[in-house]
């Protein structure tokens, strides 16, 4: 949640509602830092994906869920289109 350019944290517990600053986080930091390399990443991913989906359909194999596969590399490729 943010309001006026800051950012805060709501958490519920026992006692009702907490609003506290947002903690700054490192993984935004390091993931800019290291876009080139995911994105490389997510490409080799997307195509090992993407030949596991080829060979199955090319065996007609009914063992393994193609749906999920193909779940997973749509996720993988809003990574590597994230990373642009």
């Known amino acids: 949640m943010s309001a006026g ?6 958490i519920r517990n026992d006692a009702g509602l907490t609003v506290t600053p947002a903690r ?17 990443q997510a ?12 060979r199955a359909r090319e065996e007609r194999s009914n063992s393994e869920s193609l749906e999920e596969l193909e779940a997973f590399k749509h996720s993988v490729a809003a990574l590597r289109t994230a990373c642009e």
Not at 5 to 10: D, Q, R, S, Y
């Open 5 to 10: 350019g800051a950012h805060f944290e709501v």
């Open 43 to 54: 490409v080799q991913l997307e195509l090992q994906i993407q030949d596991r989906l080829d």
């Open 24 to 40: 700054r986080l490192t993984v935004g930091k390091s993931v800019i830092a290291n876009k080139a390399a995911i994105y490389f």
